[in-house]
């Protein structure tokens, strides 16, 4: 007759064989702080040895009404959240703030409309911060719909009742165009990533921009475009790409270059984008192409990129305080808005147009 296996070791099994009340047991795990360090330790050893796990979280969690645990939804596929540098600086600036824990949910760039929304529905989390996604998107609609605490970053902005952080992206790239015209550059390229959320890679017109849905990288766009047209400069070639690894970023560079030759500068909307025209055209910055970036990221400052750096830690780390702040309190009549600086950084990658002295 095969053997019953050995019943599952509960919180009221281990007070039974130590003499002491459930509570007791619960606050080895959940409130330290009311035993004594030796009484802790005899009560966890004694669950070892009789095979129990611990507390269930969810169980805990329906209990205390909160799971320790922020929802972070992001355009990104996930591995990229962990490649790109300026995502990781933001989501350690997220975790440093709080003793919680994240919980990722990636709604991949161009992916389908239904992707992962039931992940938002079912996360177990006390609060969503919204990475920089479309206004549109369902995974937004699906995290405003669970009545929880929603912190934007980055896009959209402005969205009634839900509180933001992030920068001002027509203003903060404008250093950088500036550069360029100040060295004497009046063929000057734009390549930019993910102005759609629908997949779009090529030329980018007026008409175009006016229907861009990502407006993180159109106001860089126009941020720039403003400074140029300031200085008599109309005819700016745009490229899009909408991934932001190097292989697409390089592709765009060439696509850009090759279309029009004569360009002598390439202002990019990310870093990313910049180290695709490094990529395909290094040889040729800055004597014969000037390249300007955004991000301020740990490789381009090492490669000496004129850049702007905004700050994507500090990022992280003002989202997480907001949110905190509103998990547990009512709504405030006005959420907060915190729109935080940047900083231009010259480096080595300009310089004055082919045939021409800076300054003349």
């Known amino acids: 007759m095969p053997r ?23 606050n080895a795990y959940n409130r330290p702080d009311q035993l ?35 929802g972070v939804i992001l355009t990104e596929r996930l591995a990229y959240a962990f490649e790109d540098q300026a995502s990781v600086a933001f989501l350690a600036g997220l975790a440093a703030t709080n003793d919680v824990s994240l919980t990722l949910i990636p709604v991949g760039p161009g992916e389908g409309p239904t992707l992962n929304r039931d992940a938002v529905a079912d996360a177990i989390v006390d609060g969503f911060v919204v990475y920089s996604v479309p206004a549109g998107d369902p995974h937004l609609k699906a995290a405003r719909a669970r009545g929880l605490p929603v912190v934007v970053c980055d896009q959209p902005a402005n ?52 229907t861009s849905d990502m407006h993180v990288q159109r106001d860089r766009v126009r941020g720039a475009l403003e400074v140029f047209r300031a200085a008599g400069i109309v005819d700016v070639p745009i490229v899009n790409r909408h991934f932001n690894d190097l292989a697409a970023a390089a592709d765009g560079a060439r696509e850009l270059i090759g279309s029009h030759p004569e360009l002598t500068a390439v202002l990019c909307t990310t870093d990313s984008m910049a180290l695709g025209v490094l990529d395909a055209f290094g040889e040729r910055v800055p004597h014969e192409l000037s390249v300007t970036g955004f991000d301020g990221i740990a490789a381009a400052r090492y490669l000496g990129l004129t850049t702007v750096e905004q700050p994507n830690t500090r990022k992280g780390r003002e989202v997480g305080r907001v949110l905190s702040s509103l998990i547990g309190a009512p709504a405030p009549p006005s959420p907060p808005r915190t729109i935080l600086p940047t900083t231009f950084v010259p480096g080595r990658t300009v310089s004055a147009p082919r045939g021409r002295v800076r300054g003349r």
């Open 36 to 70: 004594s360090p030796q009484l802790r330790e005899r009560i966890l050893g004694t669950a070892r040895t009789l095979g129990y796990p611990g507390p269930n979280p969810t169980a805990r969690s329906l209990r205390t009404a909160r799971s320790g645990a922020l």
């Open 4 to 26: 019953r296996p050995a019943p599952r070791a509960t919180l009221a099994s281990i007070a039974a064989e130590l003499g002491v009340s459930r509570t007791t047991v619960s």
């Open 159 to 210: 969205l009634p009742g839900v509180a933001y952080v992030g920068i001002d992206d027509f203003a903060a790239i404008q250093p950088a165009a500036r550069t360029l015209v100040d060295a004497g550059h009046r063929h000057i390229g734009i390549l930019t990533k993910r102005l759609f959320s629908r997949p779009r890679d090529g030329a980018v017109t007026d008409a175009d921009l006016n």
